[in-house]
């Protein structure tokens, strides 16, 4: 041990630049010893008010201007102020170079693990899960963000702030019905986006209008009742279709329900993958830094608080107690790449019988391969072992409005194991979590409504807001909008709430 | 390559535009918050933020989800004693068991709370004053400073050196480091003059020779000025206006004044003190009310307890010209009277408040506002007043039946002190 304290970088809790650099040094040779591919960093040190602006605009370095930031900002103000909560100790961007904010209260232990934490945990994640590969651009969002800023401006200036605002409103209602599931986006540049955004304007008008022209020219109703639905196929993302179907909406409008859409679809990633995203993060902060002890480049005091800190990180509070607000993302992500590690290095028989595949490989690239090819959903449901569902103790409920009494339906038991990955799995799919809403039809005819279409799933009604939803939804497309809800099995329900 | 790049000294108020739309948005809500903070705030308290509540629906944004009800499976950690098939009473409030659902924003709280800064809340106060914007500005800044000498420090710019002072430090520095030299120098001098009487030892004496030359050298490269000799002149930031002033409210407590004239009153005492506030660092607030007879209260007192009777005004006038005489003498306090009334006076009393006024009272003081608060029709004392007015410069009066004519009252005070 003697041999390695020339090695030590620091041994005091403050931080400088030099300092900062040095372990960003050693912890990117670690990681690339590891072999995670990243995008090139920024650190940004910044101040509390600073992170709290960050936390405000939801992680965009820079956003339109909208009250509902502002309400953002107030209450993390407020809370932050009165201790009811600590700020993140950094926020990520995902662009080229991964922008990572550090916060200058930190101490040099807590600078380290975060850069470890963001700078290459999240960052490989980044630059190499497959949904982020396939729905965001890293290199062109800093530059769309801006555009949109500017856009955002100009209609302010020409339309006034309050129609600019009701816009945004409505479209911030339906931002999570603005994403495409299926189809794989155009990359979005900002110079094509400005460029383009003149000619799609009027060539968007051009188009409507000939939409609606084409209706009444034949006039056999009676003909083909049920053809004439449109749209064709019903569409799930409900700001695209508005953005190019809904018939009397200007086209600055238009290119704002655009700008809200793709945002939307930017952060979609995030929303699919923040079990694994964090899990890996915490991972491989976990694994780096103690590297960097191994190596003797820290000192033991460094160690006591890095653990400290990643502990608080990774609790996960039972079931009953007064702290427990669900699954701890961190606690679940960080066990399953340690469980995954484990199967890979020491498997046991129980892990041979459930993971032939992958039981005694090389657990770098088994790792590798997980982050890269799933979303939380398949992989709780791809690796949720045994052995790490006991020692969670995880068990499932079954609420069911019909029994009078909430039944387990399952707990960490050879019969329990394969229902328990079932349930949480689904519990991570977005499309179970979020009620499914399609665009069914348009009154062609007639009054030009829109006929929205609820699928229920588990007979879940939908919630409160949903009148609500649907006036902004209405006032974005013009006309009526009525919604409708589907039994799973496609039969009408008639206590549909309205 | 990792770049670094330190962020701090820039951006701050990054989110200020975002903080003003809110505000705007929720305009009507705050308005009456503040309306509401204002009634329950004392006087002299009227200058500083607030904390505001909004209902939390009226900022709750909708989304599309799922209510509670129908037959969801959720996953929770921490299994204890349960095993397949167990059945538990469903717990008292919750629709679907699963925590994951509904934690989208601050819900579980009724109000929505957030702190109106000082400027906020003024604003916002102001706006139904219809105060002109230069009296806005000045209204809202914070008190001027002037830097006043306080002494010497050690740093400071070049142009602040106080060369006295520093000549003097080094002077004494000078004799100070000189004495340990010059004490060696006189002794080895009185060696070498004892030797150069006996004429001997030459070598002796060559290294005593040798020495005094050292200890002269010593002695001249002992700098004439050194850095640590500076002394600036130190200047410190001190409140610009240290004078004082005390402020009177007199207010007619009789029946006819309900709680809308009142609060009425209450706005009109405020800006008054907020005015004074600006000129006056030090400010008093002295309360009397009165209907036949006058007495000095708190301010609790003053807006909320109620009492019926006749009205006699003279009663708070004389009490006024009491107090000013027994604790504010004219040379050391600037005197400041707002009277607030619904006009009802004795009609045998109204000629006695004229001439108290104009022979005693007035003399004294700086400004006397007379506010008369949606009056039924203007009495006596109204028109005793007018004459008031006429002889006196510093007097005002103005009828009030909205609440956005009292700033009218001011404009005089305001004409002769243009800042």
New interface residues.
């Given amino acids: 041990m003697n041999t390695m304290k020339h090695n030590i970088i620091s041994d005091t809790s403050d931080w400088s630049?030099e300092l900062?650099?040095r372990y960003?040094a050693e912890i990117?040779r670690i990681a690339d010893d590891y072999g995670l591919d990243t995008y090139?960093?920024?650190?940004?040190?910044?101040?509390s008010?600073?992170m709290?602006?960050a936390y405000?605009?939801v992680g965009m370095p820079l956003g339109y201007?909208?009250?509902?930031?502002?309400?953002q900002?107030?209450?993390t103000?407020?809370r932050y102020?009165r201790g009811q909560m600590g700020l993140a100790y950094e926020i990520v961007i995902n662009s080229n170079?991964c922008i990572s904010?550090l916060m200058?209260e930190n101490s040099m232990p807590m600078q380290a693990l975060v850069i470890a934490h963001a700078?290459y945990g999240h960052n490989s994640f980044f630059k190499n899960n497959y949904l982020f590969q396939t729905w965001t651009n890293a290199d062109a969002i800093i530059d769309y963000l801006l555009f949109a800023k500017k856009y955002v401006s100009n209609c302010e200036q020409q339309h006034g702030?309050e129609e600019v605002?009701a816009v945004l409103?409505s479209c911030?209602?339906?931002?999570?019905?603005g994403v495409d599931r299926y189809k794989h986006p155009p990359g979005l540049s900002a110079q094509e986006e400005s460029g383009r955004q003149k000619e799609r304007e009027e060539y968007l008008q051009t188009q409507l209008n000939h939409l609606w022209s084409t209706i009444p020219v034949k006039e056999n109703a009676d003909d083909v009742p049920e053809e004439a639905r449109f749209p064709s196929e019903p569409e799930e993302n409900l700001l695209y279709f508005i953005e190019k179907n809904a018939p009397l909406m200007e086209s600055w409008k238009r290119e704002l329900v655009r700008i809200v859409r793709k945002i939307a679809q930017y952060f979609y990633p995030q929303r699919q993958t923040q079990v694994m995203n964090e899990g890996w993060a915490t991972f491989w902060h976990y694994t780096i830094l103690n590297t960097l002890y191994d190596e003797g480049f820290v000192t033991d005091g460094f160690m006591i608080e890095f653990l400290q800190s990643h502990t608080n990180v990774i609790t996960?509070?039972?079931?009953?107690?007064p702290y427990?607000?669900?699954?701890n993302p961190y606690t679940l992500g960080f066990n399953m790449f340690k469980d995954l590690r484990r199967i890979c290095e020491n498997p046991t028989d129980e892990d041979k019988d459930w993971f032939p595949d992958i039981a005694g490989s090389n657990w770098r690239e088994t790792l590798d391969f997980a982050m890269r090819n799933f979303k939380d959903e398949s992989f709780i449901r791809q690796f949720l072992s045994p052995q790490l569902i006991r020692e969670?103790?995880?068990?499932?409920?079954?609420?069911?409005?019909?029994q009078?009494?909430?039944?387990?339906?399952?707990?960490?038991?050879e019969?329990?194991y394969r229902h328990?990955r079932a349930?949480?799995a689904?519990?991570y799919d977005l499309s179970m979590?979020?009620?499914n809403?399609q665009i069914y039809n348009v009154n062609l005819r007639g009054d030009r409504s829109l006929s929205l279409r609820h699928v229920?799933?588990?007979?879940?009604?939908?919630?409160?807001?949903?009148s609500?939803?649907v006036r902004?939804l209405s006032r974005l497309w013009g006309f009526p909008v009525r919604i409708e809800t589907i039994n799973e099995d496609g039969t009408e329900n008639i206590d549909a709430p309205d | 390559m990792t770049q670094i790049i330190d962020r701090r000294i820039n951006g701050k108020h990054k989110s200020a535009v975002n903080r003003q739309r809110f505000l705007r948005r929720f305009r009507q809500q705050i308005k009456k918050a503040v309306s509401d903070a204002i009634d329950s705030r004392s006087i002299t308290e009227v200058d500083h933020g607030e904390k505001i509540n909004i209902p939390s629906k009226d900022t709750h944004e909708p989304v599309f989800g799922h209510g509670p009800g129908g037959r969801r499976d959720a996953i929770h950690p921490g299994n204890k004693e349960f095993v397949s098939g167990d059945r538990i009473a469903r717990p008292p409030n919750s629709g679907g068991g699963g925590g994951s659902e509904a934690s989208n924003q601050g819900e579980g709280e009724d109000e929505f709370a957030f702190q109106l800064s000082r400027e906020e809340f003024l604003a916002f106060f102001f706006e139904g004053l219809e105060l002109p914007d230069l009296v806005k500005t000045q209204l809202t800044k914070v008190t001027n400073f002037k830097s006043v000498r306080a002494g010497y420090s050690t740093t400071g710019v070049p142009s602040n050196i106080d060369i006295v002072r520093s000549l003097t430090g080094a002077l004494a520095r000078r004799i100070a480091l000189r004495a340990p030299y010059s004490a060696e120098l006189k002794e080895v001098q009185e060696e070498l003059s004892a030797l150069q009487n006996k004429d001997e030892h030459t070598t002796r004496v060559k290294e005593l020779e040798e020495e005094i030359r050292r200890l002269e050298d010593k002695i001249t490269t002992i700098p004439f000025v050194d850095t640590f000799d500076l002394r600036y002149r130190n200047r410190i930031q001190k409140p610009a206006p240290t004078t004082q002033a005390v402020m009177f409210c007199l207010m007619d407590v009789s029946g006819s004044m309900d709680e809308i004239r009142k609060e009425m009153a209450k706005r009109f005492f405020i800006l008054l003190y907020l005015f004074l506030t600006k000129t006056y660092e030090n400010i008093q607030v002295v309360f009397i009310r009165h209907h036949t007879t006058a007495k000095e209260v708190n301010e609790e007192d003053f807006f909320y307890s109620r009492e019926t009777g006749g009205t006699v005004v003279s009663s708070a006038l004389e009490l006024m010209l009491k107090i000013i005489k027994e604790r504010f003498p004219t040379s050391d306090w600037n005197i400041y009277a707002a009277q607030a009334s619904d006009g009802d006076n004795w009609d045998g009393d109204s000629p006695n408040c004229r001439n108290l006024l104009n022979d005693n009272i007035m003399p004294l003081l700086q400004y006397f506002a007379y506010v008369e608060i949606m009056p039924h029709n203007h009495q006596s004392l109204w028109r005793h007043y007018e004459g008031v007015k006429i002889q006196n410069r510093n007097f005002d009066m103005q009828s009030i039946d909205t609440i956005n004519e009292i700033y009218p009252v001011f404009r005089k005070l305001f004409a002769r002190k243009p800042a």
């Avoid at chain 1, 911030?172 to 019905?177: Q, T």
């Avoid at chain 1, 427990?324 to 699954?327: A, E, L, N, Q, T």
């Fill in positions: 630049s900062i650099q960003d990117s090139p960093n920024q650190i940004e040190i910044i101040n008010e600073q709290m602006d405000s605009s201007h909208h009250w509902s930031f502002g309400k900002f107030l209450e103000e407020q102020r170079p904010y200058e700078c702030i605002e409103d911030h209602a339906l931002m999570n019905y996960q509070p039972a079931f009953d107690s427990y607000s669900g699954i969670l103790r995880l068990f499932s409920v079954l609420d069911d409005d019909e009078d009494a909430l039944e387990i339906s399952a707990i960490h038991d019969s329990g328990i349930v949480l689904k519990q979590r979020e009620p809403i229920l799933q588990g007979r879940r009604p939908l919630n409160k807001d949903t609500e939803v902004h």
